[in-house]
């Protein structure tokens, strides 16, 4: 018997067949919606987090005071141990010297921070100061300029805004060349920074006027950052770096005193949380998708049971084991097929609808969350369904090419 005449056969077995095989199907539909759905809103917050650290810079290195658990475990950072220290010592200048020091460093940033009254036409906001470096900060930062410059070494009562503190901290818009008044001094706007989610509520200033104002030591840094030359070696850097650290803070046989973090090492660590997550919730839904493949064997035999008075005419006219198995292993393909198509589409609509209405109590909006659905997954979800169908079905498809024509035209 032809392919084509067998696939008939199956196509009119589901068709006379609509309720029950409805009923399977939704069994397949709700399993595959549910991986999908999972799977894409697990993809498309690897890709809002890849974006999000992206705008730090794989190549940038940023040393806080003070030795904090999670960079314990991070590759390459500390010694492994885990464990706070019981006191901080501050970051220095002798710190940025050692810093220089190590091998493939291209530019170190000093940075003191903290906030300060800001006043703008009669109204006064608590806004975060950024001190910097203006030559290395300039070299280092990963967001553009919506107008305006970056901060120049030699200027003075000179700011870059992020975006958020032009567009929305004041009732009237801040814009370039505007003066403010910082904590009583007048400061000129020569920048804005477009919107990247990173540092856009931050008015970055150069690091001696930001102590004036913040009141700090002038050998006193709340971070340090630094430029890797080639983002690769960042892991090497940051072994170098810690231990040249280690040695001229007289750390040597004693517990870590600071922390280096990278985007590049966090980006790591939750993509691997995500993909364990997600991981762990598909696994989840995947029971669905074999409770549809026991509804589908159950299906598969109710219709051989039906069915048999046909098989036994079609044996004795002609038809072969092989051509009563292919009938209904297209059957249950089709079955398979047709709730991995629906549930596809399901999940894709939830995987859709889902995250704007999460972001939208959340308060984050349309664009807070994200979703992505691969074309890989949906070639895998209908391949998986398929298969499941053709499995599920292996065994009543089976003992229907095995019914002996006598016996199954005596059936009743």
């Keep these: 018997m032809k392919i084509q005449k067998s696939l008939k056969l199956a196509v009119n077995i589901l068709l006379h067949s609509k309720l029950r095989s409805w009923l399977t199907i939704i069994g397949i ?3 595959v919606a549910a991986i999908v759905a999972i799977v894409s809103i697990g993809e498309g917050a690897q890709v809002s987090v890849n974006e999000r650290l992206g705008g730090l810079g794989a ?8 030795f ?5 475990n991070f590759r390459g950072f500390g010694d492994g141990e885990g464990s706070a220290t019981t006191s901080q010592k501050n970051l220095t200048n002798k710190d940025i010297q050692t810093i220089k020091s190590v091998n493939n460093i291209l530019f170190v940033n000093g940075i003191v921070s903290g906030r300060a009254d800001t006043s703008y036409l009669a109204e006064t906001a608590s806004l975060s100061i950024q001190g910097v ?3 290395a900060w300039s070299n280092m930062i990963t967001t553009g300029l919506s107008s305006g410059r970056y901060l120049n070494s030699g200027d003075t009562n000179m700011i870059v805004i992020g975006s958020r503190v032009a567009a929305s901290t004041f009732k009237q818009s801040l814009v370039v060349n505007r003066d403010i008044t910082i904590e009583g001094k007048p400061f000129k706007i020569v920048g804005i920074l477009e919107s990247s989610g990173n540092g856009d509520n931050i008015i970055y200033m150069p690091i001696d006027q930001a102590r004036d104002i913040l009141n700090k030591s002038t050998d006193y840094y709340d971070s340090i950052s630094f430029k890797v030359a080639d983002a690769s070696q960042v892991d090497a ?6 231990q040249r650290l280690m040695i001229s803070r007289q750390l040597l046989g004693k517990t870590q005193d600071f922390s ?6 966090i980006q790591e660590q939750i993509q691997s949380v995500t993909q364990t997550f997600t991981i762990f919730l598909g696994a989840i839904a995947a029971v669905s998708l074999l ?5 589908i064997a159950n299906t598969m035999f109710t219709s051989v049971l039906e069915k048999t008075k046909e098989i036994g005419i079609m044996k004795a006219i002609g038809a072969k084991n092989r051509d009563i198995m292919a009938i209904f292993m297209l059957n249950s393909a089709l079955v398979g097929f047709a709730g991995g198509v629906m549930g596809i589409l399901l999940g894709i609509g939830i995987s859709t609808l889902l995250p704007q209405f999460l972001g939208g109590i959340a308060g984050l909006g349309r664009g807070g969350i994200t979703t992505v659905v691969p074309l890989s997954l949906v070639i895998e979800a209908i391949l998986i369904s398929v298969l499941l169908g053709m499995l599920a079905g292996a065994i009543p498809a089976y003992r229907a090419s095995k019914l002996k024509p006598v016996d199954a035209l005596r059936y009743e």
């Design 291 to 295: 409770v549809g493949a026991v509804g």
């Design 260 to 265: 280096i973090t990278s985007a590049q090492a």
């Design 133 to 135: 470096d203006p030559l």
């Design 237 to 242: 850097v940051v072994n170098e770096t810690t």
């Design 68 to 72: 904090q658990r999670a960079t314990g």
């Design 59 to 66: 190549d940038i290195v940023t040393i806080s005071p003070g």
């Design 29 to 31: 539909v709700i399993g």
